[in-house]
Nanobody, 128 residues
């Protein structure tokens, strides 16, 4: 059974930084073969795409709100993907989820329907 476990969330003030981590269970032997992504869901809103990274970490894509403030990276030796968030704003408050896709997403990298393994989420709260 493969699991994704997020960590690193918390309560911070506006302007602060946080680094989220998402670790795949040891049974995921081919972690490097899969694109990974971060999504988030704010209270009362639909889940939205934040960032994605290719299997070897060579390609990344960001939402407009994340571009320039967030950085997605991965360490395949540790089966872990990261989301470094800086200059956080109250509107970044959400539950952040990592997800894995076994598909070649192409230009649809931001479609949550293509991601077939999800973590339980970690809460990020940014106070003003």
């Amino acid at each position: 059974q493969v699991h994704l476990v997020e960590s690193g969330g918390g309560l911070v003030q506006a302007g602060a930084s946080l680094r989220l981590s998402c670790t795949a269970s040891a049974s995921l032997q081919t972690f490097k073969n899969y694109n990974m992504a971060w999504f988030r869901q704010a209270p009362g809103k639909e889940r939205e795409f934040v960032a994605t990274i290719s299997g070897l970490g060579l390609n990344t894509q960001y939402s407009d709100s994340a571009e320039g403030r967030f950085t997605v990276s991965r360490d395949n030796a540790k089966n872990t993907v990261y989301l470094q968030m800086s200059s956080l704003k109250p509107e970044d408050t959400a539950i952040y989820y990592c997800a894995r896709t076994t598909y070649s997403t192409g230009r649809y990298y931001d479609s949550e329907n293509l991601y077939n393994l999800w973590g339980q989420g970690t809460q990020v709260t940014v106070s003003s």
